[in-house]
Each structure stands twice: as C-alpha cells, then as structure tokens.
C-alpha cells in the first residue's frame, strides 16, 4: 500500500503561481509512474500531468506550457509547478501513484488526500 502527502496548495491571484508537492512512503523506482489529477465541483476527476520512472511526461492541453511535473527520487517526492494560474485551474489536485502488480497482469492505483487550489480573478 503506496501512502501519499499532499502540500502546497492554497490560494493565489490569476497569473501567480504554486508549487504542488507529493511525497510517497515507498520509494520511487517501485511505481511505475505518478500524476496529478484535479476535480472541480461537480465536474470529473481529470489527468493534469504525469510522469514514469524514465521521466516522460504527458499534459492536458489546458496547462500545456503553464505547469512542469518534476520528481525527485531521492526525496520520493513528485512535484507540480503551476504558473500564470488561471481562474479556470481552480480544484481540489490530488496525487496518483501507479504500480504494476506482481504478475505484471494489472495495476494498482493509489490517491492522495488532495490539497484546494483557488485562483481568484
């Protein structure tokens, strides 16, 4: 079982920025990859950005160019960097741990507590 501790969050004016952290209790060469998703209320729970062991990254077009997902294996921690936040961006962000079970046939997924992000116009 992968725990994980959100920080960062918090409350900032349109075009400020934000440093998102999540720490995992295991180490990261054991997770196949971390991510970060938001949920707005009453919307769905979408992908923000993600990152494997080797250091790929994917993004939603909405924050492409905006955030950068970064890790620190040593610290086990995985970082979100968001500038020129917008109203839009506005969510609870919650982090995601991916591992492949023994067997290599399916995933589990795990999820932090999530942390508010406002952007106040």
């Known amino acids: 079982q992968v725990q994980l501790v959100e920080s960062g969050g918090g409350l900032v004016q349109t075009g400020g920025s934000l440093r998102l952290s999540c720490t995992a209790s295991?180490?990261?060469?054991?997770?196949?990859?971390m991510g970060w998703y938001r949920q707005a209320p009453g919307k769905q729970r979408d992908l923000v950005a993600s990152?494997?062991?080797?250091?790929?990254?994917d993004y939603a077009d909405s924050v492409k160019g905006r955030f950068t997902i970064s890790r620190d294996a040593a610290k086990n921690t995985v970082y979100l960097q968001m500038n020129s936040l917008k109203p839009e961006d506005t969510a609870v962000y919650y982090c995601?741990?991916?591992?492949?079970?023994?067997?290599?046939?399916?995933?589990?997924?795990?999820w932090g507590q999530g942390t508010q992000v406002t952007v106040s116009s």
């Open positions: 990152i494997t062991t080797t250091s790929d990254t």
């Open positions: 295991e180490s990261m060469f054991s997770i196949n990859a």
């Open positions: 995601n741990a991916v591992r492949l079970r023994p067997g290599g046939a399916s995933y589990d997924y795990y």
